[in-house]
């Protein structure tokens, strides 16, 4: 729910949304905060990726490298290794998955 308000914000804010590198602190507090991993390995049978990660307060975790299922598997094909992104993790069914990333500047 927060993160379908928060793609409402950003669609209809998109001067915002354009700025959030400038104003951190106002960005993750309309959008809850982003971890820094950088992409390992993609497996697109397994539906998943391999995410190299910072510390992830959402669901608990030191930083590790670990496979991630994705929300949205078109983001395995966009995604290759060695990209830096910055993504939202959350459980589902007992796994970890990227809810929503971004590309690290
Ligand atoms: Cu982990």
Redesign the pocket.
């Known amino acids: 729910m927060r993160l379908l308000l928060s793609l409402l914000l950003a669609l209809s804010l998109p001067a915002v949304a354009q700025h959030d590198h400038g104003a951190p602190k106002a960005a993750s507090a309309a959008t809850g905060p982003l971890a820094d991993g950088v992409v390992r390995k993609i497996d697109k049978a397994a539906g998943e990726v391999v995410i190299q990660?910072g510390q992830?307060d959402s669901i608990g975790?030191p930083p590790?490298t670990?496979a991630f299922g994705v929300a949205d598997k078109s983001w395995l094909t966009r995604l290759k290794p060695g990209d830096r992104i910055r993504f939202a993790a959350e459980m589902k069914g007992g796994n970890?998955i990227v809810s929503r990333y971004e590309m690290a500047k």
């Open positions: 990660h992830l975790m590790m670990m970890a």
